[in-house]
Nanobody, 115 residues
């Protein structure tokens, strides 16, 4: 299992970013995928999850209405569209899968929201 995140950057408050996570090593279309984040000095927290067929999405209250998770099963990629970014969204963002009962993480991508 390999997960590779990209798309993180420095952005001003109110701006937007689109994160990508390229997956390999498993049958991507059969698994739900999630995004998590870890802010400086804090525990890693769940951000959003999407079902295998994109039929169901769920979001943390802190990002609901601003972030959108999506996936392209043909490209084995999951995305996180982040709008109306706030300084408190500053974190390393990770995509995640539970495969054979174990969690797998990518290396993360840094998002910094600052004037």
């Amino acid at each position: 299992v390999q997960l590779v995140e990209s798309g993180g950057d420095l952005v001003q408050p109110g701006g937007y970013l689109r994160l990508s996570c390229a997956a390999s090593g498993f049958t991507f279309s059969r698994y739900l995928m999630s995004w998590y984040r870890r802010a400086p000095g804090k525990e890693r927290e769940w951000v959003a999850t999407i079902s295998a067929t994109s039929g169901t999405t769920n979001y943390a209250d802190s990002v609901k209405g601003r972030f959108t998770i999506s996936r392209d099963n043909a490209e084995n990629t999951v995305y996180l569209q982040m709008n109306s970014l706030k300084p408190e969204d500053t974190a390393v963002y990770y995509c995640n899968i539970f495969y054979s009962g174990l969690p797998y993480w990518g290396q993360g991508t840094q998002v910094t929201v600052s004037p």
